[in-house]
């Protein structure tokens, strides 16, 4: 059973906001937005992915690097960043910002989800979480109250909630309602804790498993907060693409229009679409960079292994038309690599998982870019049938997960 007391829907003082969300367009046939999320450091365009820099560094690029692909907003690990360089080196410093040269925006997440996912020994209590130094194996505690004040010595433009994880495949369907319950206490903690709503957003996060009805209730319970941004968690678990769908075509028609919403560790670019599709806003993702590292290229077909031998006298670029870096002639300010050369790297250089990097995330942010666009022009409809044509050839091919999501906002990929 829930312990501490239920949550309840009772007005709450509203919480000062550091953000501004411009809704510019929003698709007459689908639940896509287009619109201009302006941030302490920065105007972000959404919908928009967002790349993981788990450490304070996107693995394989430099700051500057990463600027060049059009990334406005980042993502960096409360977990890892607590762990070191610690607290004390953050605020010394004056923030994650300085630390790692970055002059644009930053998203943080609480920390739980890392306590969950890669600590065995992890116990979760009205406290907080309890776990096992990875260091020394110390007995440690991740509080509410503790994850905020590190994410307030990050200096990120927006944080997130500690939030209580549970897998979406979990049987144990009163434990999936005791977290959601469990959530919606800890964020009024975190809300209390927050010393610096003036310069860094807090944002909810509803969860409920795969139970609709428990997500409604929770996102009654996190809009009545008031926080400055809702996110929808608990996702990309192991769940039905089907059942992903429905939560989050659910929890964005009971949020407001007003507030950017963000489904959280969302990055194959189908996934992201039909996110979009369903009227979510932002999303985040290790994906693309991890892929790159195996020696994969994110295309509108889908994604290359470049260790295959069909690449060894490819001298084409990575992709036709593409404007990264990579991609672009040589006559154009870019590098002109060919698959040739990248497979030649793949299987013996980092500096072929740097490369690759450098062109999956710039995929990631220009086909958001589209997206945005063709919400803008208000041919959505026309876009998702020239990207999925693109991404499975043969109508025969879209998997009915896709199908189903995009029938229920008005567009049939089946039809002409």
């Known amino acids: 059973m829930s312990t501490g007391s239920p ?242 075509d659910t929890c964005t028609s009971l949020l407001p229009d007003h507030k950017p919403r963000y489904v959280m560790g969302v990055g194959y670019p189908e996934d992201l679409i039909v996110g979009v599709a369903l009227g979510a806003d932002m999303f985040d993702c290790v994906w693309p960079t991890r892929t790159a590292r195996f020696g994969n290229a994110v295309v509108p077909s889908g994604t290359l292994n470049m260790r295959n031998q069909a690449f060894a006298e490819d001298y084409g670029p990575v992709q036709e038309g593409c404007t990264c870096t990579i991609c672009r002639p040589k006559q154009q300010g870019g590098l002109g690599v060919t698959r040739s050369y990248l497979h030649h790297l793949a299987t013996k250089e980092t500096v072929g998982a740097h490369l690759l990097t450098i062109h999956n995330v710039h995929y990631l942010l220009s086909l958001m870019g589209s997206a945005r666009q063709a919400i803008l022009e208000d041919r959505f409809p026309a876009f998702l049938r020239e990207f999925f044509g693109k991404l499975y050839g043969e109508k025969t091919n879209i998997p009915s997960w896709v199908v189903e999501a995009l029938r229920g906002v008005g567009v049939d990929l089946m039809v002409d």
């Open 7 to 248: 949550p309840t829907s009772a007005p709450r003082k509203s919480m000062p906001s550091a953000l501004k969300l411009d809704l510019h367009a929003k698709c007459s046939t689908t639940k896509a937005r287009a619109s201009t999320l302006h941030l302490p450091h920065g105007d972000v365009p959404l919908p928009i992915f967002m790349p993981v820099a788990t450490q304070a560094s996107l693995k394989g690029l430099t700051y500057d690097q990463l600027k060049q692909t059009g990334c406005m907003l980042c993502l960096n690990n409360t977990y890892h960043l607590g762990l070191k360089p610690g607290q004390a080196v953050l605020d010394a410093v004056g923030g994650a910002h300085k630390l790692q040269g970055w002059d644009r925006n930053i998203l943080t997440d609480s920390g739980g989800f890392q306590m969950v996912s890669l600590l065995k020994l992890a116990t979760v209590t009205e406290e907080g979480v309890r776990f096992l130094s990875p260091h020394d194996g110390s007995p440690m505690l991740l509080t509410p109250e503790h994850s905020i004040s590190l994410q307030n010595s990050i200096g990120s433009d927006i944080i997130m909630q500690l939030d209580d994880v549970i897998a979406t495949t979990s049987p144990d369907h009163q434990r999936i309602h005791e977290a959601m319950e469990r959530s919606v206490r800890w964020l009024d903690r975190c809300i209390d804790a927050h010393k610096y709503p003036d310069r860094q957003n807090l944002f909810c996060i509803i969860q409920g498993g795969l139970d609709l009805d428990l997500r409604k209730k929770c996102c009654e319970e996190m809009v009545a907060r008031d926080t400055p941004g809702i996110a929808i968690g608990g996702l990309s678990g192991g769940e039905e693409k089907q059942s992903f769908c429905q939560v989050v």
